[in-house]
Nanobody, 124 residues
């Protein structure tokens, strides 16, 4: 059974930084791309970033490009999301997801397993 457990969320002031982690278990981590999504209160879940199976390719939404960095450590079965220059509009529950193949993009149907999420709140 695949499990994804996020950590690292919290309360941060605008302009600050947070680093999210997602620990995976239950299947060969390095065989699959990984992604981060977020869902703000009252809004639909949206794509944030994804990374290919070996970390060689990354994709970002326009809203976080240049501020967030996705990475992975296949030896530790963990994917990370470094978030810098946080804005009020980044407030959301952030969830990691494990894709169906080596590469993945922004569409939810490309992912088959999801974590429960971690809350990120950016204050002014």
């Amino acid at each position: 059974q695949v499990q994804l457990v996020e950590s690292g969320g919290g309360l941060v002031q605008a302009g600050g930084s947070l680093r999210l982690s997602c620990a995976a278990s239950g299947r060969t981590f390095s065989d699959y791309a990984m992604g981060w999504f977020r869902q703000a209160s009252g809004k639909e879940r949206e794509f944030v970033a994804s990374v290919s199976w070996n970390g060689g390719s990354t994709w970002y939404s326009d809203s976080v490009k240049g501020r967030f960095t996705i990475s992975r450590d296949n030896a530790k079965n963990t994917v990370f999301l470094q978030m810098n220059s946080l804005k009020l509009e980044d407030t959301a529950v952030y969830s990691c997801a494990s894709a169906k193949g080596y590469f993945s993009g922004r569409r939810k149907y490309e992912y088959e397993y999801w974590g429960q999420g971690t809350q990120v709140t950016v204050s002014s």
